[in-house]
T-cell receptor
Framework: NAGVTQTPKFRVLKTGQSMTLLCAQD?????MYWYRQDPGMGLRLIHY???????AKGEVPDGYNVSRLKKQNFLLGLESAAPSQTSVYFC???????????FGEGSRLTVL | GNSVTQMEGPVTLSEEAFLTINCTYT??????LFWYVQYPGEGLQLLLK?????DKGSNKGFEATYRKETTSFHLEKGSVQVSDSAVYFC????????????FGKGITLSVRP
């Protein structure tokens, strides 16, 4: 029962460093999403994908890039990390346009 | 645009107390409405949903009714347990566009034994 798996779960970066968060889902879902969760802000959509090879911008895409080369994987990249990107990042997936998302356990990123 | 407003938190209750968490929304058309729950250290999971006016979603003793006249989707439970301690998010998605699910800010519920 893997569901949605995120790696790594914790990471500390210095300003300017780059990193990639990996999301993998084993439910054969078409749609995948990356959210960030900040205190008092709820969840905000960074980027999403409606199928293999597609990506689209969400509410807060600046400073992030994504790729969906395989249906089961959705990568979130930070090319030059900034302290404002300190957050908890959640990946989610869904099979269709139902609003019923399955979430990973989150990745806590700290940028010093 | 679409938005979801949740009551301010946190909320602390004693076990077996009645719970109401308010949620109101702004949206065009007829959105679908959701409650998600996040237990400590975990990702969000869907608690219940309603897709049209007057629908009642229910799960694990929680209920919420889609009220279009008041644009509300309040979450209720008659008797909370310590295990219900979590963060609760109200959310909506416009018809046919789940890729833009809009969340409220969330509210933390703590239940004391």
């Amino acid at each position: 029962n893997a569901g949605v798996t995120q790696t790594p779960k914790f990471r500390v970066l210095k300003t300017g460093q780059s990193m990639t968060l990996l999301c993998a889902q084993d439910m054969n879902h078409e749609y995948m999403y990356w959210y960030r969760q900040d205190p008092g802000m709820g969840l905000r959509l960074i980027h999403y994908s409606v199928g293999e090879g597609t990506t689209a911008k969400g509410e807060v895409p600046d400073g992030y890039n994504v790729s969906r080369l395989k249906k089961q994987n959705f990568l979130l990249g930070l090319e030059s990390a900034a302290p404002s990107q300190t957050s908890v990042y959640f990946c989610a997936s869904s099979w269709g346009e139902t609003g019923e998302l399955f979430f990973g356990e989150g990745s806590r990123l700290t940028v010093l | 645009g679409n938005s979801v407003t949740q009551m301010e938190g946190p909320v602390t209750l004693s076990e077996e107390a009645f719970l109401t968490i308010n949620c109101t929304y702004t949206a065009t058309g007829y959105p679908s409405l959701f409650w998600y729950v996040q237990y400590p250290g975990e990702g969000l999971q869907l608690l219940l949903k309603a897709t049209k006016a007057d629908d009642k979603g229910s799960n694990k003793g929680f209920e919420a009714t889609y009220r279009k006249e008041t644009t509300s989707f309040h979450l209720e439970k008659g008797s909370v347990q310590v295990s219900d301690s979590a963060v609760y998010f109200c959310a909506l998605t416009p018809t046919g566009a789940n890729s833009k699910l809009t969340f409220g800010k969330g509210i933390t519920l703590s239940v004391r034994p």
